[in-house]
C-alpha cells in the first residue's frame, strides 16, 4: 500500500540533543499524526494535527502540518532516554484509513 | 482516554493450527477497526478494515479466507489466522475508531504470533 517518506531511518543522539524528523508525501493530506512505538507494544499518539502551517507542541515535542499539506516534522528537545524507540509519522484524508512513514528509529546514549 | 484491549499479547502455535486475536474497545464504541501486521524493522501496513455489522475490507494481496475477520459488535473485532505456517509470524495490531475522521484511531498493544 501507499505510505510516506520519512527520514532519517534512524538516529543516535547524546542524551541533552534535540531530535528532529520528517515525512513527505506526493498526496495532499487533510491530518498528520506522530506516533512513538515502543518494542512490543502498539504506537501511541503523541501529537495530531488538522490545519496547514499548523505548529503544535506536547511537551519537549513540537510539529507542524506543512503549508502545501504534504509534509510534516516532528521536532524533540533536550533528549531523555525514555525518548527511545521508533518515531512514526502517519498521514489521513477523508475516512480513509491512516497511512504510515517507515518510521524513525531513536537511540539516545546517556 | 480512550483504550483498545488486544488479546493474547504473544501466542505460539503450530503449523496447520487456527488463532484467533481479540480487539475490544473500552470505552468507546468503534464503528471502523483495522488490523494491521508489522515486520521486525518495518512499518505497519494495512490488512483490512471491519466495520460493525458487515463485511471486512480487505488490502490488495490480504487473502480474506486466510485472515478472517468478524466485527460482531461495536467493541469486539476478532481476526483469525487460519491453518497458520510460520511465514504468517508476525506483529499484529489492531486499531479502532469511533465517528469520523482522526479522532479515535487507538491502537491496542498487538500480539505476537509464531508459528512453530
Known amino acids: 500500500g501507499q505510505q510516506l517518506n520519512q527520514s532519517p531511518q534512524s538516529m543516535f543522539i547524546q542524551e541533552g540533543e534535540d531530535v528532529s524528523m520528517n515525512c513527505t508525501s506526493s498526496s495532499i493530506f487533510n491530518t498528520w499524526l506522530w506516533y512513538k512505538q515502543d518494542p512490543g507494544e502498539g504506537p501511541v499518539l503523541l501529537i495530531a494535527l488538522y490545519k496547514a502551517g499548523e505548529l503544535t507542541s506536547n511537551g519537549r515535542l513540537t510539529a507542524q502540518f506543512g503549508i502545501t499539506r504534504k509534509d510534516s516534522f516532528l521536532n524533540i528537545s533536550a533528549s531523555i532516554p525514555s525518548d527511545v524507540g521508533i518515531y512514526f509519522c502517519a498521514g489521513q484524508s477523508g475516512n480513509t484509513p491512516l497511512v504510515f512513514g517507515k518510521g524513525t528509529r531513536l537511540s539516545v546514549i546517556a | 482516554g480512550a483504550v483498545v484491549s488486544q488479546h493474547p499479547s504473544w501466542v505460539i502455535c503450530k503449523s496447520g493450527t487456527s488463532v484467533k486475536i481479540e480487539c475490544r474497545s473500552l470505552d468507546f464504541q468503534a464503528t471502523t477497526m483495522f488490523w494491521y501486521r508489522q515486520f521486525p524493522k518495518q512499518s505497519l501496513m494495512l490488512m483490512a478494515t471491519?466495520?460493525?455489522?458487515?463485511?471486512?475490507?480487505?488490502e490488495q494481496g490480504v487473502e480474506k479466507d486466510k485472515f478472517l475477520i468478524n466485527h460482531a459488535s461495536l467493541t469486539l473485532s476478532t481476526l483469525t489466522v487460519t491453518s497458520a505456517h510460520p511465514e504468517d509470524s508476525s506483529f499484529y495490531i489492531c486499531?479502532?475508531?469511533?465517528?469520523?475522521?482522526?479522532?479515535?484511531?487507538?491502537f491496542g498493544s498487538g500480539t505476537r504470533l509464531t508459528v512453530v
Open positions: 486499531s479502532a475508531r469511533s465517528g469520523t475522521g482522526h479522532y479515535g484511531y487507538t
Open positions: 471491519s466495520n460493525e455489522g458487515s463485511k471486512a475490507t480487505y
